[in-house]
């Protein structure tokens, strides 16, 4: 399947309204996903784009891997503060979203995964 592309419409079906719960963090989703929020342009971000990548199909039916182009959706990245990027949240299923910034190596999504996302 590989990492899925979202537009605001998509994000606020998909992931979080966050027009309907402005001070409430709602997961919409039906399983945990991670959410690359990234620009063209950006070295850091083209690093992780395949990593990101390969780990959508090694757990896919597990998690979703969402990309968000800030360039694009900049209302978007606006609501969720993203002043650097690449920007990672992981939202988990229950519980707020963690944070993270910069291009993390594959070990360190998996271990997110793991023990954020999938709680093994």
């Not at 996903?33 to 342009?41: E, H, L, R, V």
């Not at 690449?86 to 999504?109: R, S, V």
């Amino acid at each position: 399947m590989g990492t899925i592309h979202l537009t605001k419409a998509d994000f606020l079906s998909k992931v979080a309204n966050y027009e309907t719960n402005p001070t409430e963090w709602k997961y919409e989703g039906d399983k945990p996903c991670i959410i690359d929020f990234y620009a063209s342009w950006c070295a850091p971000c083209k690093t992780v784009a395949p990593i990101l990548e390969d780990l959508a199909k090694e757990y896919e039916g597990q998690i979703y891997i969402y990309k968000v182009d800030t360039e694009a959706e900049q209302e978007l990245a606006g609501a969720f503060g993203i002043r650097s990027i690449p920007t990672i949240l992981f939202c988990p299923m229950e519980g707020a979203p963690q944070m993270a910034q910069g291009a993390l190596p594959k070990d360190t999504f998996k271990k997110a995964i793991a023990d954020v996302l999938l709680n093994i």
